[in-house]
Each structure stands twice: as structure tokens, then as C-alpha cells.
């Protein structure tokens, strides 16, 4: 569904070059998903900005089902990190999750089926009307988790969702991405500095290294597929997957 090949990313401007993805080459299969994890700044958020086509690539290519990326294609939602940026505060809950739909020009009964719908698998249901300002920062992202579920991607990305949010309310979250995952089967590429988000959620996770920055490892996360944070997390071989990113990432931050 994903194939990223010999992608480079180098931002110049006069005086300052900065080389933030040497060659980066991987695939992600229909229904995946894969974490992406290394050391900050090392080109996490470039790399997904690359696949999202909001950013041009300096060399290679990524395709999206065997089309080569120039701009967002049509069929991909992405979730960032500042969900208060990402809401129009001036729209209802309701509205915001719509709004990429009537751009897409789906009809209007269809709409609200899919309004309904996503709204409900968020647990969000009742506030529908509610403005994103009156509703808490777990709240707002599942907001934006909805309008991405709406838009019935063929590929999710998410840059870091859960970071700005409080550990009870993330462990909510990364559940019901996974159940979102597993319901509407969705390829999801899924950004985040957090290690045990990234073996917890992934089926592979891809270290970085630093910049410059390459693949260091693609690790299959060999847990089994029914994940629950606290059977899961309490598992020898999430100690071991863990523990062995953790050292990865250690490597990488020392070889600078
Ligand atoms: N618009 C830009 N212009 C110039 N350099 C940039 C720009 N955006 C990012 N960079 C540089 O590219 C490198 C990678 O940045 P990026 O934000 O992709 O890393 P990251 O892994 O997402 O970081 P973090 O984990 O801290 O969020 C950094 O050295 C950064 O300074």
C-alpha cells in the first residue's frame, strides 16, 4: 500500500543546509501497521510530511498503491500532534468532522451516516454539537481521530497523536486506535518518540537512526495480535522488544 524508496529530504535556505532523511526505503502492506520510532529531530515528522505529499521529497519516491505522491492523495487522513490547531474552533464538533467530506463532495445522507458513525466508534456521540473549545485535549483528538475515520482512508497517518495528552487518558487512546485498526483494517503509519507506544501498537517498528538520518532496523513485534495495556505491557517479550529499542535509540543518540 506504502512503498518508500530511496527517499531524501535536504532543507535549504541561503547559509543553512540540513540533510534531515539520507535514504530511506521501506513498505508498508495493506491493513499494517507500523510505528516509527528514533531519536528527536531526527526527521520522524519529515518523513511523515513526505508520505502525506505536504512536503517535496529532494530524491526518490513514495507511492500510495502504486501512485507515484506529488501532493495529499486522495484517499489519506493524517492526525497531528497539535489537535487544537487542527479543529476550527468556530465549527461545531459535528461540523469539523464533516468538513472533509463536503470537500470530497459526499452526499449529504451519506454524511451524516458517516458522521454518525465515526462520532459513535470515538465514544463521542452526545457531543456532537458541542464547540472543540468546551471539550477536554483527549476529547479533541478523538475529534480529530473521528474526522479521519469519517474520511474512510485508505492509509492513516498519525505524527505523535498522543503527546500532548495525560497517560491515562494516551492509554485510552492507543486502544482505540487499535480497535479503530483492527475494525475498518486500515494501513497506519504511526509516528511517535514514545518506545512502549511503539511495540505496544506496532506490528513493525522502524528505528531511525540520527541524522543523517537512515533505517536502523525494520523490527517485527512478534506479541500477539490481542493487545491489552496491561496483559501486553506486563509481557517478558515486551520487556525484551523494549528494551532492545531503548538500546537501538541509545546507539543512535551516541553515535552523533
Ligand atoms: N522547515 C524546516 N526548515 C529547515 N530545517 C528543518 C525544517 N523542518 C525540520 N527541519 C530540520 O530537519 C531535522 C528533522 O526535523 P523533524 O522535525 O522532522 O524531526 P523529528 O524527528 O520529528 O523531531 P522531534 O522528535 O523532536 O519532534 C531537524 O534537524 C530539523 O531542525
Not at 131 to 155: C, D, F, N
Request: with cysteine; glycine share 8%.
Amino acid at each position: 500500500m506504502l512503498e518508500i524508496s530511496s527517499l531524501t529530504k535536504v532543507y535549504a535556505s541561503p547559509g543553512r543546509r540540513v540533510e534531515a532523511l539520507r535514504s530511506i526505503t521501506f513498505s508498508v502492506g495493506a491493513g499494517e501497521m507500523v510505528c516509527v520510532v528514533g531519536p528527536s529531530g531526527c526527521g520522524k515528522t519529515t518523513l511523515l510530511r513526505c508520505v502525506a505529499g505536504l512536503l517535496p521529497v529532494s530524491g526518490g519516491e513514495v507511492r500510495v498503491a502504486g501512485v507515484p505522491v506529488t501532493g495529499p492523495p486522495p484517499r489519506m487522513a493524517v492526525v497531528f500532534q497539535e489537535y487544537g490547531r487542527s479543529l476550527f474552533p468556530w465549527m461545531t464538533v459535528w461540523q469539523n468532522v464533516e468538513l472533509p467530506l463536503k470537500e470530497k463532495r459526499v452526499p449529504a445522507a451519506r454524511r451524516r451516516e458517516l458522521v454518525t458513525d465515526s462520532l459513535r466508534a470515538v465514544g463521542l456521540g452526545d457531543v456532537a454539537d458541542a464547540h472543540p473549545w468546551q471539550l477536554s485535549g483527549g476529547m479533541q483528538q478523538r475529534v480529530a481521530i473521528a474526522r479521519a475515520v469519517a474520511y474512510e482512508p485508505q492509509v492513516m497517518l498519525m505524527d505523535e497523536p498522543f503527546a500532548a495528552v495525560d497517560a491515562q487518558t494516551r492509554a485510552d487512546l492507543e486502544d482505540l486506535i487499535l480497535r479503530l485498526w483492527r475494525d475498518l483494517g486500515v494501513t497506519t503509519l504511526f509516528v511517535t518518540h514514545d518506545i512502549d507506544e511503539a511495540v505496544y501498537l506496532g506490528q513493525r517498528v522502524l528505528v531511525l537512526s540520527s541524522s543523517p538520518t537512515v533505517i536502523m532496523e525494520d523490527l517485527k513485534i512478534d506479541l500477539p495480535p490481542d493487545r491489552d495495556q496491561l496483559t501486553t505491557r506486563s509481557l517478558p517479550r515486551f520487556g525484551e522488544l523494549r528494551g532492545h529499542v531503548y538500546r537501538q535509540i541509545q546507539q543512535a543518540r551516541g553515535s552523533r
